[in-house]
């Protein structure tokens, strides 16, 4: 049995990305339908209710100096500057949108004024009448805010106020293609019965989250999916090789810890922590989890946090943990009240480890979001280092804690425009200048949308020119914790041969309100939708007809042992990633070893195969990088790149990963390596 759903956008997965792609679509064009597809939930699931609820605000600093501080002390030059600075403006307007779509859950103080912090303040006391003092010297060009943990599920409202159209408990497994190679839809099944559904839209949105490997609990539904389709439907990868996000955390409970650094013993009792923190960082500093790697190396582990002695204490207790919280999130509060009090009340030790979150993000997008399969799009975390915005850092939060929320935003408010218009029709490059636009009228700047564009386009442009060891700590590689093309004016009606005027028929099919799919013909023609729908319900149900030996989760755990140690992932050697890879290859091997029964084991061995697609991917740019820079470190190659390029990888068809090296455009940019010391 299977379902057929016709939509003009397609958006794969509920969590804050998508959310905001399906809601900026409907604010453009109310007349394209949107749907939303998700594996789970929409509103519960993904990462956005279960975290911090921080998020950024300029707060009266210029984005020129985040734009310039981040490109300098963070990305280390490897950002693209111009998608930086096209972010940077847009930060405020995003938690506003974020406030607006979610009825006021960003936090104000008495006077309605949003209140913020700056990150890393020193908390100097608190008053009777519960004022909080802080000590706000500091150089980030930044503050931080904060919205109720709750928030989601006013904005899946928001979209279904607006006319979106939701499923839930169906996962995307891969895209349906056109004949000359347009993205026309997706396949996904029901995670409870196994169903069948076959989309077919005019666009589709990718919004699947990161690939995180599930070593960490609280980030282990970034599985990956999405990247693997995205890369099975012919789309690129880049920056993949800094996706080697580590958190500090307990062996016994995998909680995340914050400023470790100040209080990091060996066992022998030195303090190897605190030379990586006489320069603030901006968050956790790569160079102490490769101290981490060189002191267990030795034989001076395992490692130990004195938590009296870290300074960052007094900053995050005030802002997440108690009912006393700076910030008033009455939902927030109880939930992180819970979570630190049975978190601290399951460590029996001050045993601390490196815990990898990963956050492979690859997929390549241009500033409009869009893959180079046409109509194909991503957003979110499965896109978010393949902008290549934030340059040599793993991202989110790209080591600004808070930032990654308006980081989904401002993708789903310029790619949702974005995609409506090309289900439309349109030019897609139109469509930005309406995204940029979309909290000013979002809808009377679609039928302008053209010069709206343009005019965005030429003034940001003027601007910009101004293991081998297992036991827990104890051995050297750090045992897996565990121990634990834009379709540049073409008309969709040019996709299926028909004349582009069928394109502008459908534009004004839109203002008139109605589907677009009344007035811009039928893609669907000749795409081959049942024999690709076959071809994708066999492979993905393939494992349901064979006997393994092997359960999901150890195969996913036979995975954890390669991409978690540092030695493999963070502090890196061609030796050790030579190994790592070939192992990789190995298991890839070996899929068909995983038992299958249900619906929900079929996703697990989908999502095996995911990750080891992105693990693969992973180290290929890494092995390709071969000198140190940002949260990239080689211990044989510890010098500083030559030139600054990014590493893509393209999918070549039949001949496998091609590897791309693409000069950074520094010379467009307005900041550049040296020029901050003169
Ligand atoms: C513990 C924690 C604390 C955090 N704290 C903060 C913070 O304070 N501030 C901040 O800015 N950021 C924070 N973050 C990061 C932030 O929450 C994430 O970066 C953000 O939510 C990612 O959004 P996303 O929509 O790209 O991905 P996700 O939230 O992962 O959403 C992806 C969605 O896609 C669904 N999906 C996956 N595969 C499929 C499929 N095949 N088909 C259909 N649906 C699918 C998933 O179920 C999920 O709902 C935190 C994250 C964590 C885990």
Redesign the pocket.
């Given at each position: 049995m299977s379902e057929r759903v016709r939509t003009d956008v397609l958006v794969?997965?509920?969590?804050?990305?998508?959310l905001a792609t399906a809601i900026s679509a409907k604010e453009a064009m109310p007349g394209v339908s949107v749907t939303v597809?998700?594996?789970?939930t929409?509103g519960y699931?993904?990462?956005?209710n279960?975290?911090?609820?921080?998020?950024v605000t300029l707060g009266g600093y210029r984005p020129e100096e985040f734009v310039q501080y981040h490109t300098d002390r963070i990305g280390k030059y490897l950002n693209d500057q111009k998608f930086l600075m096209k972010f940077a403006r847009e930060i405020d307007n995003d938690i506003e949108a974020l406030d607006r779509w979610s009825k006021g859950k960003l936090d104000r103080d008495e006077k309605g004024e949003i209140r913020s912090i700056k990150w890393r303040s020193q908390l100097r006391g608190v008053s009777g009448d519960g004022i909080y003092d802080f000590d706000q010297d500091n150089e980030y060009p930044w503050r931080l805010a904060a919205i109720d943990l709750d928030y989601l599920l006013e904005v899946r409202k928001t979209a279904v106020r607006l006319g979106v159209k939701f499923i839930d408990r169906?996962?995307?497994?891969d895209i349906l293609k056109t004949g000359s190679g347009e993205a026309c839809g997706a396949v996904?099944f029901s995670i409870d019965t196994g169903e069948m559904y076959v989309f077919e839209a005019r666009a589709v949105v990718l919004?699947?989250?990161?690939q995180n490997y599930r070593v960490m609990p609280?980030?282990a539904?970034?599985?990956g999916?999405?990247h693997a389709a995205a890369w099975r439907a012919g789309a690129s990868l880049a920056n993949g090789e800094f996706s080697s996000f580590y958190n500090w955390t307990s062996p016994h409970n995998f909680k995340?810890e914050m400023g470790v650094e100040y209080g990091l013993y060996n066992d022998k009792g030195e303090n190897v922590g605190l030379r990586h923190t006489i320069e603030p960082h901006p968050d956790i500093d790569q160079d102490s989890l490769a101290e981490y790697y060189k002191q267990v190396k030795a034989g001076n582990g395992p490692l130990h946090y004195h938590q009296d002695e870290n300074i960052m204490l007094p900053f995050t207790r005030s802002m997440l943990g108690s009912d006393a919280a700076y910030f008033k999130r009455p939902y927030t509060n109880r939930w992180w009240g819970k979570l630190i009090f049975n978190g601290a009340t399951q460590e029996p030790d001050d045993i601390i480890m490196p815990g990898l979150i990963g956050e492979y993000g690859a997929v390549k997008v241009d500033e409009e979001f869009q893959t180079c399969v046409p109509g194909l799009f991503a957003?979110?975390?499965?896109s978010i280092g393949g902008t290549r915005c934030f340059g040599a850092v793993p991202a989110?939060?790209a080591r600004v804690?808070?930032?990654?929320?308006?980081v989904?935003t401002f993708h789903g408010r310029t790619a949702g425009p974005a995609a409506a218009a090309y289900a439309a029709g349109e030019s897609v490059g139109a469509s930005a200048g309406s995204s940029v636009g979309a909290d000013a009228g979002a809808v009377a700047s679609v039928g302008a949308g053209s010069s709206v564009g343009a005019g965005v386009g030429a003034s940001d442009g003027a601007s910009v020119g101004a293991g081998d060891g297992s036991s827990v700590g104890a051995s050297a590689d750090v045992g897996v914790g565990a121990n634990a093309g834009v379709g540049v004016g073409a008309g969709v009606g040019a996709n299926d041969g028909s004349s582009v005027g069928a394109g502008a028929g459908a534009v004004a099919s839109v203002g008139a309100g109605s589907s677009v799919g009344a007035g811009a013909g039928d893609v669907w023609a000749g795409a081959s939708i049942d024999a690709q729908a076959a071809d994708i319900e066999k492979r993905f149900g393939a494992p349901l007809e064979r006997a393994g030996d092997m359960t999901v989760n150890d195969f996913a755990f036979e995975i954890a042992k390669v991409v978690q140690p540092l030695g493999n992932s963070l502090y890196r050697s061609e030796a050790r990633m030579q190994g790592a890879l070939a192992r990789i290859l190995e298991l890839q091997g070996q899929v068909e070893r995983i038992e299958a029964k249900t619906p929900h084991h079929l996703f697990g061995v989908n999502e095996n195969v995911a990750m080891l697609l992105c693990a693969e991917m992973f180290f290929r740019a890494s092995l390709e990088r071969k000198d140190s820079i940002g949260w990239f470190l080689r211990e044989d190659y510890p010098d500083s790149p030559e030139k600054l390029e990014w590493i893509v990888i393209e999918n070549d068809g039949g001949g496998g990963p091609r590897i791309v090296r693409e000069p950074v455009p520094i010379s467009e940019y307005p900041y550049k390596p040296g020029q901050q010391d003169a």
């Open positions: 794969a997965g509920g969590g804050i990305a998508g597809v998700e594996k789970y929409s699931s993904g990462k956005a279960r975290g911090a609820g921080i998020v169906v996962g995307i497994v996904g919004a699947t989250g990161g609280m980030w539904c970034g599985r999916e999405g995340d957003v979110g975390e499965v989110p939060p804690r808070g930032i990654a929320l308006n989904m």
